[in-house]
T-cell receptor, first 115, second 111 residues
Framework: GAVVSQHPSRVICKSGTSVKIECRSLDFQATTMFWYRQFPKQSLMLMATSNEGSKATYEQGVEKDKFLINHASLTLSTLTVTSAHPEDSSFYICSAARQRNQPQHFGDGTRLSIL | KNEVEQSPQNLTAQEGEFITINCSYSVGISALHWLQQHPGGGIVSLFM???GKKKHGRLIATINIQEKHSSLHITASHPRDSAVYIC?????????????FGSGTQLTVLP
């Protein structure tokens, strides 16, 4: 159990495009989802914490207008990178937890390349 | 904010060798996670521990709370164990469990 699906796995698009990434918990309901970014050879960095039905909490330095997060249901959270630029190219990965105080289960990640 | 350090950064071993990856953190935590990241990027959670020792197959994780140190051991290593191993310190003092990640250890097991 505890499967998290992330889609798409890879995106290549032109600068200025907005890109939506979906994170779904397939066999459990997730009240909390986390979005991370990982640059090459670096560790995962938390971008934001998303709670179902409420606004996401963004980490310092992460632009909330640039990275729109929606957690409209207990099984789906979306991250939209608006007007993406080459510097937004990175590996984005989500995780989901049944409750705030329970373990996180990770998706397979989305590799975003902005040309 | 917690500082999480892993060593070594890179490790190459021959098949069958016993492997140890170390993780230290600077601030008290509620739990320590060991994760495995495959070349494609997907992450699998291996262990979550807050004290003592856990074992799953050929993998063993230990933690010493007083010394703020954890180790991941792989016995009888195999080429399929090749991956990046990441430790993450969990702080649940806030409203949600947050993880601070180490920089990872790239393990390559040669046949």
């Amino acid at each position: 159990g505890a499967v998290v699906s992330q889609h798409p796995s890879r995106v290549i698009c032109k600068s200025g495009t907005s890109v939506k990434i979906e994170c779904r918990s397939l066999d459990f309901q997730a009240t909390t989802m986390f979005w991370y970014r990982q640059f090459p050879k670096q560790s995962l960095m938390l971008m934001a914490t998303s709670n179902e039905g409420s606004k996401a909490t963004y980490e310092q330095g992460v632009e909330k207008d640039k990275f729109l997060i929606n957690h409209a249901s207990l099984t789906l959270s979306t991250l939209t990178v608006t007007s993406a630029h080459p510097e937004d190219s990175s590996f984005y990965i989500c995780s989901a937890a049944r409750q705030r105080n329970q373990p996180q289960h990770f998706g397979d990640g989305t590799r975003l390349s902005i040309l | 904010k917690n500082e999480v350090e892993q060593s070594p950064q890179n490790l190459t071993a021959q098949e069958g060798e016993f492997i140890t990856i170390n993780c230290s953190y600077s601030v008290g935590i509620s739990a320590l996670h060991w994760l495995q990241q495959h070349p494609g990027g997907g992450i699998v959670s291996l262990f979550m521990l807050s004290s003592g020792k856990k074992k799953h197959g050929r993998l063993i994780a230990t933690i010493n709370i007083q010394e703020k140190h954890s180790s991941l051991h792989i016995t009888a290593s195999h080429p399929r164990d090749s991956a990046v191993y990441i430790c993450a310190a969990e702080d649940s003092s806030g409203s949600a469990r947050q993880l601070t990640f180490g920089s990872g250890t790239q393990l390559t097991v040669l046949p």
